[in-house]
């Protein structure tokens, strides 16, 4: 097998993805912590703080932590509200449940296994998912754009995903996502080869085509192993 590492993508991917109302999320979050008409003014502009930095990440591939949606928003942010922000999006980051025989199976082979993640949030809350779902220990490097300059696709994210899992080859890597442009186009713009697991909500991209689809993870395997 012509494979060293399998590296994926999250949300959507690791994480099945389903449609969320995030601003009312963060209006939930907010009437905890707020008097009732702070609430909403606060849940708003974090809101509008949040989407304007994912606009600019998909403009100019760079990254943004949390800490920057609150200073955005100008609302103060406290241990407590962060905290009944990760109890919130709880239900809608499960792992895959086939997850965890895949990445046991690849590991078996000797494949190496990463994560590379767009994301705000930082390292702490995605390993406690992946503690929580029994995945933890089988990947052996992650990286997520909240701890580097830049978001994918830009080159330098796959770059870092490869350093994190220990490979140097981009050839002999696989990145599996979920987005066209971000994921398939990407990685292939750094030498990987890209797997795509479709879904309709995310936005195409024509100049993006994948070297395999799949409907789930349990179909990924025998795509590995093909190459």
């Known amino acids: 097998m012509a494979v060293d590492a399998v590296i994926f993508d999250w949300g959507g991917t690791l994480t099945p993805w389903h ?10 979050v907010c009437e905890l912590h707020f008097p009732a008409e702070e609430a909403v003014a606060h849940a708003a502009a974090l809101h509008a703080a949040e989407q304007e930095l994912w606009r600019t990440g998909a403009a100019e591939h760079r990254s943004a932590m949390m800490s920057q949606v609150f200073e955005l928003a ?12 990760q109890q919130a999006w709880e239900p809608h980051t499960f792992t895959d449940p086939e997850a965890l025989a895949l990445l046991t199976s690849l590991r078996d082979e000797g494949v ?3 994560v590379l993640s767009n994301t705000m949030w930082p390292r702490a809350w995605h390993e406690e998912v992946f503690r929580r779902d029994g995945v933890l220990h089988l990947i052996d490097g992650s990286v997520y754009s909240s701890e580097i300059a830049w978001t994918k696709p830009h080159r330098e994210a796959f770059g870092a995903a490869m350093a994190a899992v220990g490979v140097t080859d981009p050839g002999r890597c ?9 994921d398939i186009h990407g990685a292939q713009a750094a030498g990987m080869r890209a797997v795509l697991i479709p879904n309709s909500d995310v936005p195409p991209f024509d100049d ?13 395997h025998p795509v590995i192993r093909s190459w």
């Open 208 to 220: 993006a085509v994948p070297d395999a689809i799949v409907s789930s993870l349990a179909d990924l």
């Open 112 to 114: 190496r296994i990463g």
């Open 74 to 85: 100008a609302v103060p942010s406290t241990e407590a509200l962060l905290t009944s922000y």
């Open 19 to 28: 449609s969320i109302n995030v601003e009312q999320l963060w209006s939930t």
């Open 174 to 182: 696989v990145f599996v996502g979920d987005r066209p442009y971000d």
